[in-house]
């Protein structure tokens, strides 16, 4: 089974912190992504990387950078966490362009700006 | 611009009854999914769609592929308790680029 773990459950921060949310996934999936869920919204990708050190931005970058150093490891950097910024961001993996394959999910990381 | 619109969003039925989730994109795509989500938890897949008129079946759930219409239904039969989820659609719009626009989800509640 497809296994996609995120850092933290639950995290609070204030308001200009630098903030990481790590996710590591075991499946050997080139693609990575990094989405944000707000209700009414549904899931907005926020970047996403298709190999070692590439990453392209989604439809909502302002705000978020992202690194990925290792195949296995994404990270999203929020470099100055504002209150808006308060959401439930997801993460995902899948194998790249292989027809029939869907997109495996994270946990899910809830963080609340203060 | 690329859109995804999922009806109806709030979705209340009761045991035993049948319904239909509708899900509308803007332009041309081939490939469509379906996602689970229950309170708290993550995403879970349910279908890939890849072609016109693609139908796959799981259970109490079918969903459908009409790429001419640009519509997919998800059809719950005889639904039961703990089908009570959101139900997500996304679509790749560009095949190849790995990008998913997602729906705003449609909350189902099923009623005993």
């Known amino acids: 089974d497809v296994k996609v773990t995120q850092s933290s459950r639950y995290l609070v921060k204030r308001t200009g912190e630098k903030v990481f949310l790590e996710c590591v996934q075991d499946m050997d999936h080139e693609n990575m992504f990094w989405y944000r869920q707000d209700p009414g919204l549904g899931l907005r990708l926020i970047y996403f990387s298709y190999d070692v050190k590439m990453k392209e931005k989604g439809d909502i970058p302002e705000g978020y950078s992202v690194s990925r150093e290792k195949k296995e490891r994404f990270s999203l950097i929020l470099e100055s966490a504002s209150t808006n910024q308060t959401s439930m961001y997801l993460c995902a993996s899948s194998l790249l362009s292989v027809a029939e394959e869907t997109q495996y999910f994270g946990p899910g990381t809830r963080l609340l700006v203060l | 611009e690329l859109k995804v619109e999922q009806n109806p969003l709030f979705l209340s039925m009761q045991e035993g009854k049948n319904y239909t989730i509708y899900c509308n994109y803007s332009?041309?795509?081939?490939?469509l999914y379906w996602y689970r989500q229950d309170p708290g938890k993550s995403l879970e897949s349910l279908f890939v769609?890849?072609?016109?008129?693609a139908v796959k079946q799981e259970g109490r759930l079918m969903a459908s592929l009409d790429t001419k219409a640009r519509l997919s239904t998800l059809h719950i039969t005889a639904a039961v308790h703990d089908l009570s989820a959101t139900y997500f659609c996304?679509?790749?719009?560009?095949?190849?680029?790995?990008?998913?626009?997602f729906g705003t989800g449609t909350r189902l509640t099923i009623i005993p």
């Open positions: 769609l890849l072609s016109n008129g």
């Open positions: 996304a679509v790749e719009f560009n095949f190849g680029n790995e990008k998913l626009t």
């Open positions: 332009t041309t795509s081939d490939r």
